[in-house]
Nanobody, 116 residues
């Protein structure tokens, strides 16, 4: 089992920045990839960014150049730095991890609201 605790959401004006954090506990030695997804009201959940245990990152096209994902393996924590936020990026952001036994765990989500 892996438990995830997210923090850093909130209200920001368009063009502003937020930094999300997600700390994993439990069977952390099983964690392979870590990342973030988001779900806006009435829309499907979409992957935003992910990072492998080796540090390789991938991003959704819509956030490339504005979002940066980093990982502290010693703290089992992943960070999502979000810059130049847009109102349409208002959503609940969910941390996720993928384990070596091919299971995905999700956090409870943190609300990000971008005002215009």
């Amino acid at each position: 089992q892996v438990q995830l605790v997210e923090s850093g959401g909130g209200l920001v004006q368009a063009g502003g920045s937020l930094r999300l954090s997600c700390a994993a506990t439990g069977s952390t030695s099983s964690i392979n990839a870590m990342g973030w997804a988001r779900q806006a009201v009435g829309k499907q959940r979409e992957l935003v960014a992910s990072i492998s245990s080796a540090g390789s990152t991938s991003y959704a096209d819509s956030v490339k150049g504005r979002f940066t994902l980093s990982r502290d393996n010693a703290k089992n924590t992943v960070y999502l730095q979000m810059n130049s936020l847009k109102p349409e990026e208002t959503a609940v952001y969910y941390c996720n991890v993928y384990t070596t036994w091919r299971r995905t765990y999700w956090g409870q989500g943190t609300q990000v609201t971008v005002s215009s």
